[in-house]
């Protein structure tokens, strides 16, 4: 994968950055409660700060739909900001046209600007021409270090980079580094994990998945729908069973394009999903109650799947095995990511992972900092996995 970076810039001084970055941050009584994605602009805010370069910087929060709502303005995150960056940030009362230019005018080289919610307005979603084009009016270069906004074809994630000298920012540049090491051309065997609760949002990604992985592991309510395509007795259990057939025609697909495909060995089943119900721990295959419900893998399952962890170059993670949320139903998604972060650790794999629950998962366990690479992008992550092109990503290719 090539795509040019901030490395392929020349002369940045003197001139105006359109940078797009991901603000729209968890907020609580008008405060940041989270600031990992504030943190994650800073190398690029800073490696242009350095260069003499105005730093305009482009986000959505939330879904004004193209009106002007107040709870929804940028403004808040200011003050944040500026304490994670350690440099005062000026705001500007819009994205484009005169405001945005005036503010713009008034910015010294070397500082930094945050414009207006460009969900403010309509054209931002719609990819609007006309919008993109008020955009580039203000700038120079675009840098886009926004990857979980790069599934997007919006006027400030594609329709911006087709007008101006276009780079990948220092956050976007490592994600797409590690997701080509996970996917792209990765050190095989390759071992993937998928989890979550129904295989009908996750069609196309195991479909890709199993004509790229050597091994592919299924966890969570989607083991179930594939156990009951099997003819496995799951009681009460959480399954989509009008999904069996295209489940069987998955794992014939596996079997032909050569990946193996694990399913849970055993399962831990209750009768009420609630922290410190009684549980049972039986085999995949034996007499589960009607009112039973399958909520974790079992430990034999763990141990198949570490086994093959430590047969692995590299790993590519994407959902729980259980019900992680509720003990003791998080046991086996926190012994296989405890295992995953040692061999990540010693360098015996690449682990990649991402994905809102999983990077949940992740912290739950206390290993999100020793994996390879965890990525925070939702619907974008999910995308890049299913193989579909990004347009954010796109746009920058060299």
């Known amino acids: 994968m090539t795509f040019r970076t901030l490395d392929d810039a020349r002369d940045l001084g003197g001139k105006t950055a359109l940078v797009r970055v991901d603000f729209n941050v968890p907020m609580e009584d008008g405060r940041v409660t989270d600031d990992t994605r504030l943190r994650a602009a800073v190398p690029t805010i800073q490696r242009l700060r350095d260069a003499g370069a105005k730093v305009a910087l482009l986000a959505h929060f939330d879904r004004p739909k193209g009106q002007r709502v107040p709870s929804m303005s940028l403004e808040q995150v200011v003050d944040e900001l500026c304490e994670v960056l350690g440099a005062p940030v000026q705001f500007a009362p819009d994205c484009v046209g005169p405001e945005a230019k005036a503010a713009l005018d008034d910015l010294a080289y070397g500082g930094v600007i945050l414009l207006e919610n460009v969900r ?65 051309a990765p050190v095989k065997p390759v071992l993937g994990i998928v989890g979550g609760a129904k295989v009908s949002t996750k069609l196309d990604l195991l479909k890709n998945l199993v004509g790229k992985l050597d091994r592919l592991a299924i966890g969570g309510g989607m083991a179930n729908t594939f156990l009951f395509a099997q ?16 489940a069987r025609e998955i794992l014939a697909e596996a079997e032909a394009r050569g990946c193996e495909i694990l399913l849970p060995r055993d399962v831990v089943v209750a009768t009420d999903l609630k922290p410190g119900a009684e549980t049972r721990t039986v085999l995949a295959r034996e007499e589960i109650a009607e009112d039973e419900k399958i909520l974790d893998a079992g430990p034999l399952t763990v141990e198949a799947l570490v086994k093959a962890m430590a047969l692995s170059r590299t790993l590519i993670w994407n959902g729980p095995l259980g019900v992680f949320e509720v003990p003791p139903f998080d046991a ?67």
């Open 120 to 184: 403010f307005h309509a054209g931002e979603e719609k990819n609007d021409p006309a919008f993109a084009a008020q955009l580039a009016e203000l700038g120079d270069i675009y840098v886009n270090d926004a990857f979980s906004a790069a599934h997007r074809a919006h006027a400030s994630t594609e329709g911006l980079a087709r007008l101006l000298p276009a780079y990948a920012g220092e956050s976007m540049r490592r994600e797409l580094e590690a997701l080509d090491k996970a996917l792209g």
């Open 332 to 398: 086996a998604t926190v012994k296989a990511a405890q295992a995953a972060a040692e061999l990540a650790k010693s360098g015996a794999i690449t682990a990649v992972a991402g994905g809102g629950d999983t990077v949940a998962a992740l912290h739950h366990a206390g290993v999100a900092d020793d994996m390879t690479f965890v990525s925070t992008a939702g619907g974008a992550f999910l995308e890049w996995m299913e193989g579909k092109p990004l347009p954010g990503v796109e746009a920058l290719r060299a």
């Open 231 to 246: 003819g496995v007795d799951i009681g009460g259990s959480l399954a989509e069973r009008d999904m069996a057939d295209t």
